[in-house]
């Protein structure tokens, strides 16, 4: 079983900064990328950040220049560190691995429940 717990979201005030963890634990072998999407109220789920093993980083256009995401493979963690934050990043932002549970099992994606993030004054 893979577990995904994300922690760090709240209510902020425009211009400010949170930071998002996502610890990955449980049965597995190997992360390959690991990744930020959120949703929207009434939107569909998009793609904020994701990071690969190397530490290659892509970004949504809308959040470039004020989020960066990060990771620590020795404890399959990643964060996102959220800044200059503004009403429209409201959302609930999930946690997505990309990962292998096994040596020869196929790899999949996992998926955490979501934390809250709320910009608003």
């Known amino acids: 079983q893979v577990q995904l717990v994300e922690s760090g979201g709240g209510l902020v005030q425009p211009g400010g900064s949170l930071r998002l963890s996502c610890a990955a634990s449980?049965?597995?072998?190997?992360?390959?990328?690991m990744s930020w999407y959120r949703q929207a109220p009434g939107k569909q789920r998009e793609l904020v950040a994701v990071?690969?093993?190397?530490?290659?980083?892509n970004y949504a256009d809308s959040v470039k220049g004020r989020f960066t995401i990060s990771r620590d493979n020795a404890k399959n963690t990643a964060y996102l560190q959220m800044n200059s934050l503004k009403p429209e990043d409201t959302a609930v932002y999930y946690c997505?691995?990309?990962?292998?549970?096994?040596?020869?099992?196929?790899?999949?994606?996992?998926w955490g429940k979501g934390t809250l993030v709320t910009v608003s004054s």
């Open positions: 990071i690969n093993r190397g530490g290659s980083t």
């Open positions: 449980g049965s597995i072998f190997w992360v390959n990328t």
């Open positions: 997505n691995i990309n990962a292998q549970k096994f040596v020869a099992s196929a790899i999949m994606d996992y």
